[in-house]
């Protein structure tokens, strides 16, 4: 018995703000989710890869820009107390993903098609579809420069959605050129905004000159009109990011895959050339964007690997499920097969025994987990055996444990009349069991 002790009950904690439990049966959608991405990513040859929550603070100032949203001022950055290391929670993965590459030389043999799944951590202000701990799942291609792998991990997202039964999807492509061309439309885009700087916020205003592009990435109405009115990248494009991007449009004209360009779509990272892409729905009100991505062939280079081109894109686990529990697609709870029912304490060892028969067999099995008082009668464990969603009780009463038996009975209809088996026989009689799932 657990005493409830007044005097040293102490101020209930609560998760830090923005960071969320997942609980039961939730957490069913989010495994579903995680099992459909394995099978996927088996399909197309992608390899899981898991690196640290915590790297260097340099990875990501260096990888993503220091003239950037995310390390400007949503990095959880920390100084290390026991040996000043200067640390940052990972805001994304696809640095951390480089580095590894990088680090373990993984390019060695030819290129390499990655994917991960885990929580990242940015400093926003909290609402519908933002966190401040959230989930992303990603795929990252390194070592090919060819637009075919563009497609295939667009393909693949897209093949994602329908495994998930989503609909309204919608596909936004830009291509951001060269650094090369990017020089020359950011002289134009300087202009543009000097002209304008009285519609500018400060934000703009201080990033005007430092990185210019980050501008057009602006989430303010109040700019809508200046970031419509800028020069376009696509106009600088010579013929060679020309080639990328038509060679891109035609694998997914041939796979009747639809989308727009949005000249306007520019990515929150620096480190993005020629492809970037978002898919979008309308259906989340404000944070529609529910994966994102593009080419970044300068970045294993950045972080001090020979240069290798690379491409990949990200979800985000909790908007896509939000957009799984608005399309009514919620996945079936997970529910054992069998529910144990023990009416006396002295068939507990007997009882626990043939469970564990069962479940080495591969059967689910929850058992009535309770003795003493909290036991309940007979009629409450069956109560208890019905919620649970089991499809069988199974009754350990003194009789049948002093049989070595015990009585198996229906808990739904289709199922017929109950039966008792021995426990050799119990294994048998449960794999002629057909799946009523
Ligand atoms: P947004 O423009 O909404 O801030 P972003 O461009 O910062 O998104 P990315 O860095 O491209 O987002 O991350 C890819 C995906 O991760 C986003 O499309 C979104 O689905 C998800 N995501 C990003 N930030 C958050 C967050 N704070 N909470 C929940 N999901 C997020
Ligand atoms: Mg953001």
């Known amino acids: 018995m657990v005493e409830a002790n007044k005097a040293l009950r102490a101020d209930k904690l609560t998760a830090v703000k923005g960071m969320n ?83 373990h030389s993984m390019l060695y043999d030819g290129g390499k098609r990655l994917y991960y799944m885990g929580p990242m951590f940015r400093h ?16 990252e291609v390194l070592g090919f420069p060819g637009a075919e792998v563009d497609a295939e991990l667009i393909l693949l997202a897209d093949a994602l959605w329908r495994e998930l039964g ?64 800028a020069p376009r990248l696509l ?66 280079e950045q972080i001090g690997g020979k240069p290798a081109p690379a491409v990949g894109w990200a979800l985000g686990v909790e908007r896509v499920l939000e957009l799984v529990r608005e399309e009514g697609r919620t996945p079936a ?20 025994k043939a469970l564990q028969m069962l479940r080495s067999a591969g059967r689910s099995v929850q058992m009535h987990a309770a003795s003493g008082e909290a036991m309940g009668s007979m009629k409450a464990q069956f109560k208890k055996a019905d919620a649970s969603g089991a499809r069988f009780a199974l009754v350990f009463g003194a009789d049948e444990v002093a049989h070595g038996s015990v009585t198996v009975k229906p808990l739904r209809e289709c199922d017929g009349e109950q039966t008792t088996h021995t426990i050799m026989n119990l294994l048998a009689w449960a794999q002629t069991l057909q799946s009523n799932a």
């Open 21 to 103: 439990d997942v609980l039961a049966p939730e957490s069913a959608a989010w495994e579903w989710l995680e099992a459909k991405v394995r099978a996927l990513m088996a399909r197309y040859a992608y390899r899981n890869i898991r690196t640290p929550i915590v790297e260097p603070t340099a990875l990501f100032v260096r990888g993503l820009g220091e003239v950037t949203d995310i390390v400007e001022k949503e990095m959880y950055s920390f100084e290390d107390r026991l040996n000043g290391e200067a640390l940052t929670l990972r805001p994304e993965c696809t640095a951390g993903v480089v580095r590894a590459v990088v680090q």
């Open 124 to 139: 926003e202000r909290p609402q519908r579809g933002r966190y401040r701990q959230f989930h992303q799942i990603g795929a």
């Open 166 to 229: 989503l609909t309204g999807i919608r596909l936004e492509l830009n291509s951001l050129g060269q650094p090369a061309e990017r020089l020359a439309h950011r002289t134009a885009l300087v202009a543009h905004l000097e002209k304008n700087v009285a519609g500018l916020d400060s934000d703009a205003i201080r990033r005007m000159h430092t990185n210019p592009l980050r501008v057009l990435d602006t989430k303010n109405p109040a700019m809508a009109e200046i970031v419509e009115t």
């Open 235 to 300: 106009d600088f494009l010579g013929d060679s990011s020309w080639a990328h991007f038509d060679a891109l449009r035609a694998i997914l004209d041939a796979n009747q895959l639809a989308y727009t360009i949005n000249p306007r779509l520019v990515r929150g990272m620096d480190y993005y050339n020629l492809t970037v892409f978002e898919f979008i729905t309308d259906r989340l009100g404000s944070q529609g964007t529910i994966c994102g991505g593009g080419r970044y062939d300068y970045l294993v």
């Open 333 to 352: 709870p997970v529910v054992a097969e069998f529910y144990a029912i023990v009416p006396d304490t002295s068939a507990v060892p007997f009882a626990m």
